[in-house]
Each structure stands twice: as C-alpha cells, then as structure tokens.
C-alpha cells in the first residue's frame, strides 16, 4: 500500500512571499532588481498561475534573508510536518 503525503498549501506559500516582499516594502520590481529574476516569474508566482522552480525558491529567500525551512514549513498549513526521525 503507498500512502502519500499530503498535498502542500501553494497558496499559504504565495501569501508568505507576498507578506515578506510587503514587510521590506518592495514592489515587484524591487525584488526582481534584488533577486534576479524576471519580474514577470514575480507576477506569475503571486498570481498562483505557476509554482516557481527549486531554483527561484532558492533565489527568493536568500534575497528575502529567509531561513529555507521557516519559509516552506508554510506548505505544511493545514496538517503536520514531516517529523525528524532517528533512523
């Protein structure tokens, strides 16, 4: 039998983005220029009409100087973390 885990919240992850980009007061523009990335990939991640890459992600919370795991430990909105095991 396969158990699959739960289905990651893509919107509580967005609204993250969008809170911390607010909270250093950048535009869209501003945390393209920061970044790297194509305002447009901005836009199209806030809007929810793509997921983003690895990469992006990446991109992201190192400009936003956002510890990888507290930003996508918001995925988990809605049902319990992957717990560490001693194995």
């Known amino acids: ?3 699959f885990p739960p289905d ?5 992850l967005r609204l993250e983005l ?9 535009s869209y523009d501003g945390l393209a220029a920061r970044s ?6 901005l836009i199209e991640i806030g809007q929810g009409r793509t997921i983003g ?4 992600w990446h991109a992201l919370v190192h400009t ?6 507290e930003f996508f ?3 988990c ?5 992957p717990s560490k095991t001693d194995d």
């Open 73 to 75: 430990f918001t995925l």
């Open 36 to 41: 790297g990335l194509a305002r447009r990939t």
């Open 64 to 69: 936003l100087s956002t510890p990888l795991d």
């Open 8 to 12: 990651p919240d893509f919107e509580a």
């Open 18 to 26: 969008a809170r911390l980009r607010a909270a250093r007061g950048w």
């Open 77 to 81: 909105n809605g049902h319990e973390p």
């Open 1 to 3: 039998m396969t158990i």
């Open 53 to 56: 890459t690895l990469k992006t």
